[in-house]
């Protein structure tokens, strides 16, 4: 017997249907003996519904009113996943955010999780119920209601299994698992049984949207063992642990980012201190840069390039050339038809080889690569867009075909 | 500069439109340097809505899950005040009910308040904020959302008002006060500029359907002062206090009952305990019965017959007929096709004649009474649904026209 974790998204519980579908799931994990702990986020449109509703009245509102407005999308789903699992026989109550003790700081719409009090939940199971819990939400010092911010319900399933020294946190979403490479473009890409949190994160901050990288880091910090899986299907899906296979050469992956774009500042003069003034100048503007690429001084000028996502393009732009005067560079050029392509993978930094297995792969399928960035276990590449598709599989064959 | 507690229900603010109308009459309030707390109702048809969702899933969920689920709609209502609100630039927050301190026993679904913890409300205006509160909703002993039942929201805002010793409680609807008859079916009727808490508690439980009589209840026993007054106009309401004017015979109104339907019992023993045994069976299945009328008895035989509600009619009946031999009548007739038309005033008991002109007035107009029932402050009599009208205009005329 086992206490497990079971974090459900929105399109897993749409509708009445799959509403039932999910139980079930739950309920059999329940019958296995195991105590369970659901979290779930609110039902497919909900929060967009919500959003709405509120824009109609105020497009401003304050954050802490969006939150109270939010919060209830989690808190329907609870109370009717709680009234599926009574329909099939099974013991059950729904808890809320604050009466899980998700204590947050006051960041509303982003806050972040200061410490759970698990005895509520800990008594409920104790008199053998399946416990529900409303994602995405806490509640502050002042009992204000608080909503986590992007990939938030992920996140509250990790703190709860943290708080509850859980034996498996399993993330269900739409996909069965990780895969070497996208399986809607690369055919045969194939889904891993496993894989380090370190490796989950690249592949998160990569584009693999399965997991925010906010809970795949805090489920490293804590060492909880997570498990990415489909409500859909009842395969098993990829785990995710500390356990590197340090001994042989292992890329577990490849992905493509499209939401970037590439500023590049040109005869930036040739002086230390010119670098701290753009990304300062960027920082002001809480704009993140990716890849930075400094060109080696010619005469006495120089040229930076570097990647912003693609929805901080105009920001950026628009505050480099407020600030010409301050930095100095002769012309500032930009190109938003690039796509970020990566291979990741926790033995890659031993083996000087896999970096050229990629290049190789590159050029024999004729793509161009614009910049490349390196770190201890990613390889990423800048290409033009036109190229993802014919770069993914021709890396993905390189590394995984045979 | 007053403390005033405003409830505003559901048709009040069913669209943006509809909760700016409010946002505005609150402001108003506030701008005029009253302290302003607010009950809100859940949206239009979102109650019924969020019961249709349930019902899909499961058509008998416990009763906890279902006040989980339903609460939500008072908070949505709030938040989306609360943004309006901030539209129209003025300091607002708003609180559930277990951040108001909103305490109540565990009877889900339909709970008593046990006590109001007015702290949070009270530091909040003191910090020159309108205050919005979800009402119908509460919190027990085990820190689970209770909802208070029918007529929940008014008696919300009535509990506020006692806990914050508030100087008036105005409960908006959409009629514009208290009239001496139904204004859609007596035309002149005349909108009551006061009225006693006992003649409201009479008008509320003869259908006037304005207060449920809960709310009333709570207001007379803190002296409460109430308002009913119209949020889709702007006219002055109706006054609720204990203000009788007991030196003319005083006639508040006219009402009449629909929902009503008689039970008679034909060919009972005449023997003491019979009464007994009818309304404990009755009592068992928490069915009120209003009038009553004992026949005197024939020989060793009576009748009685009795009024319930309409939609407790065949469970009464059911109940009834399965205990037939306990209770040992001959037959058993029903009359779903009855009105109940009553008046109603403080003043009336010293009256003697107000009880004559009722009667002299239903005589002219050729209505047959089939049973009569007095209060203090009230006459009922029992006619026929198809006389409703004519009796309603006869019986205004005669008390309010001249």
């Keep these: 017997m086992a206490l497990i974790v079971q974090k459900f998204g929105g399109s897993s519980v749409a509708n009445a249907e799959r509403v ?21 986020s609110a039902q497919g449109d909900t929060t967009d519904d919500l959003i709405e509703k509120a824009n109609e009245i105020n497009p401003k509102p304050s954050k802490r009113e ?6 209830t999308g989690e808190q329907i789903s609870i109370a009717l996943m709680a009234m599926a699992i009574e329909k099939l026989g099974f013991p059950v109550v729904s808890l809320t955010g604050w009466q899980v003790g998700m204590k947050t700081d006051s960041t509303y719409g982003n806050a972040r999780i200061k410490k759970v009090e698990p005895e509520r939940i800990q008594s409920e199971l104790g008199t053998g119920k399946i416990v529900l819990v409303a994602g995405f939400q806490g509640i502050n010092k ?4 608080t909503t986590l911010g992007r990939g938030g319900s992920d996140t509250s399933a990790v703190a709860l299994a943290v708080a509850l020294k859980a034996d498996l946190c399993q993330i269900y979403t739409d996909v069965d698992g990780i895969y070497t490479a996208d399986p809607r473009v690369v055919k045969d890409a194939k889904k891993l049984e496993e894989i380090t949190y370190d ?24 060492s909880v063992h997570l498990e ?3 409500s859909f299907t009842r395969n098993p899906g990829t785990k995710i642990k500390e356990v590197p296979q340090m001994e042989k050469m292992h890329v577990s992956g490849v992905a493509s980012d499209k939401r970037t774009a590439r500023i590049s500042l ?19 503007k809480k704009i993140n840069v990716d890849i930075i690429l400094q060109s080696i001084g010619r005469g006495n000028t120089k040229d930076i390039s570097f990647t912003v996502a693609d929805n901080s393009l105009n920001a950026a732009v628009e505050m480099l050339n407020a600030n010409r005067d301050i930095i100095g560079f002769k012309d500032i050029t930009v190109n938003d038809r690039i796509c970020k392509l990566s291979i990741v993978g926790a033995g890659m930094v031993n083996n000087a080889g896999v970096a050229a297995k990629m290049f190789e792969a590159l ?23 036109d190229d993802e598709e ?10 995984f075909n045979n």
């Excluded at 999910?22 to 779930?40: H, P, S």
């Excluded at 002042?142 to 209601?145: K, L, Q, S, V």
């Design 390 to 399: 014919r770069a993914l599989k021709a890396v993905h064959a390189m590394f």
């Design 142 to 145: 002042y009992d204000d209601i």
């Design 266 to 284: 040109i005869g930036l003069e040739d002086v230390p201190g010119i670098a701290f003034k753009i990304f300062s100048v960027l920082a002001q």
């Design 199 to 222: 490796e989950m994160l690249e592949l998160a901050s990569l584009g693999a949207q399965v997991m925010h990288n906010r809970s795949v880091e805090m489920a490293k910090r804590y």
């Design 66 to 71: 969006m939150d109270m407005l939010l919060s």
């Design 228 to 230: 990415v899986l489909s």
């Design 363 to 385: 050029s024999n399928a004729s793509v161009n690569i614009q910049m490349i960035s390196t770190s201890e276990i990613k390889i990423s590449v800048l290409i033009d867009r």
């Design 20 to 40: 039932f579908n999910v139980a079930e799931i739950i309920t059999n994990t329940f019958k296995q003996g195991n105590d369970v702990v659901v979290v779930l």
